[in-house]
């Protein structure tokens, strides 16, 4: 998957809480001792990168929005990634 290419991520078996009850599913664990990962960067920073960003898998933007669109869908809300997409948002005003 895309987040693997960047070795960043290690894909790792949890155990996840739903309404039909215990599930195991995979989740993309970051390595914080990675060279790009960017927790120690303002997050002001990272969106104003994020906003104009692209690569061969496309804007780094859509691929932020998509998460967000899938956590709402599920019924999740992360303040760390929603306030993230309304900086990029801004940032992409500007741009």
């Known amino acids: 998957s895309r987040e693997m290419l960047v070795r960043v991520y290690h894909a790792r078996w949890v155990q996840v809480a739903t309404q039909s009850g215990p599930l195991r599913a995979i989740a993309f664990v970051v390595d914080r001792e990675a060279e790009l990962y960017a927790a120690k960067h303002r997050a002001e920073d990272i969106a104003a990168h994020m906003a104009v960003a692209e690569g061969d898998l496309g804007p780094n933007s859509d691929y ?32």
Not at 69 to 89: F, K, M, N, T
């Open 64 to 95: 932020l929005f998509d998460l967000l669109r899938s956590l709402e869908e599920a019924g999740i809300h992360d303040r760390s990634v929603a306030h993230l997409g309304e900086l990029v948002r801004l940032a992409q005003t500007r741009a």
